[in-house]
């Protein structure tokens, strides 16, 4: 099969302390410590072969992540700029869908010709952190297109346990494609969900809701705060391109914060104006952008407001703490989804036709011209841009 490796050296960084799972299985819990001298590129590899708990799906989309951009990228010492968990080689992409060709013989509930979606993140369900419902803490994680093989490819491997079904979202939509694309985005939707329904507590009907950066995850969060009932959604990013996928997909009010401020203005006034000095109950942070972000997040929050981080940045922030103790405010942090039915939640939405994600895709390539496609997204216009052997 055709797949997406990327490749690279092991060379840990003087003063890096390997822990033993790292030294045990030749991977990197941060990534821009360990690998260098990356290559990646379409090569063949045999067909995988299942275990009896498997399916193996054909893929029909898989999208483009801001991982997937960083992963291959080198620094100035050739070191991988992604600072996550990674394992080389690797095939890439974890945002994906396909049509299941084959099933293990343990295999209970699902059958060849079923669409299905995959959670990314792969939890043990043994360890601490899985037994008190924290799978994205799981002690034995793997992360699909990263530390484990991937899907920009034209077969992936998925343990049933990780497989949701979207056959519904097919008969709602009358095409596979289009809900293998739907399928593809419940990843950095569930994200999203992950940080604002279950870490965050979930949105308030009626209450008001500002989201920071409208990538794919902020776009997500958008579409979901709408879902949800807010009364009034605020998106602010610093490209025009995405605030218009911004009203699509649900806000009522966008604003650049470059423009605000020629105007003499910022993003609290223009909420503490539009919501007549009440605020916003719940700020989604998925910039990535904190000390920019900050200074207007802490006087736009209403009073008893939850501020979920999902943005990551590399370096240390300065957050002026006091605002949150005055007004009564939370401060959440997530990263990543797993477990906790968020994917089937999101499917579920979708299938409803609650939310449309399909909405924010903006380019689609064929698998074999995935590097273009990684480029091309580096352009920060772009909602989602998936690739499928399919197009």
Not at 76 to 101: N, Q, W
Not at 178 to 199: K, R, W
Not at 292 to 321: E, K, W
């Amino acid at each position: 099969m055709k797949c997406y490796v990327l490749e690279g050296e092991w060379s840990p960084k003087e003063g890096y302390c390997l822990n033993e799972r790292e030294k045990r299985d030749h991977r990197a819990a941060r990534g821009n410590l360990v690998w260098k001298n990356l290559r990646a590129g379409i090569v063949t590899r045999e067909d995988p072969q299942i275990r009896d708990d498997e399916v193996l799906i054909r893929v029909g989309a898989c999208g483009v992540c801001g991982s997937d951009m960083h992963a291959a990228e080198m620094d100035d010492e050739g070191y991988t700029k992604f600072s996550g968990h990674l394992r080389l080689p690797v095939i890439m992409g974890h945002e994906f869908a396909g049509e299941v060709v084959e099933v293990g013989k343990d295999v209970k509930d699902y059958r060849v010709g079923d669409l299905i979606a995959a959670e990314q993140i792969r939890w043990c369900g043994k360890c601490p952190s899985c037994r008190i419902g924290k799978f994205n803490n799981c002690y034995e994680l793997e992360e699909i297109g990263l530390s484990a093989d991937g899907a920009f490819s034209e077969y992936a491997v998925v343990p049933e346990k990780y497989c949701c079904n979207i056959n519904g979202i097919a008969e709602l939509l009358g095409n596979k494609q289009a809900a293998m694309e739907a399928g593809a985005l419940s990843e950095p939707t569930g994200v999203a969900y992950n940080g604002m329904m279950i870490n965050g507590k979930g949105v308030t009907p009626g209450s008001h809701v500002a989201v920071f950066g409208s990538g794919p995850i902020g776009l997500a969060a958008i579409a979901l705060a709408r879902a949800a009932g807010a009364a009034k959604v605020f998106a602010f990013d610093t490209v025009n391109e995405k605030l218009e996928l911004a009203k699509k997909v649900g806000a009522d009010f966008t604003y650049n914060p470059v423009e605000l401020a020629k105007q003499g203005s910022s993003a609290a006034d223009a909420v503490m104006e539009d919501t007549a000095g009440i605020g916003c109950k719940m700020i989604v942070e998925a910039a990535g952008n904190p000390d920019r972000t900050y200074p207007d997040i802490v006087q736009l929050m209403s009073i008893g407001a939850n501020v979920v981080q999902l943005g990551m940045r590399g370096g240390l922030s300065q957050i002026d703490l006091t605002p949150f103790l005055i007004k009564g405010c939370a401060f959440t942090g997530s990263l990543g989804t797993a477990g906790n039915a968020i994917i089937p939640s999101v499917l579920r939405m979708m299938e409803q036709g609650n939310i449309d994600m399909r909405k924010i895709i903006t380019g689609r390539y064929h698998l074999d011209l995935t590097a273009e496609a990684i480029e091309d997204a580096k352009s920060g216009v772009h909602g989602k841009i998936l690739v499928s052997q399919n197009y």
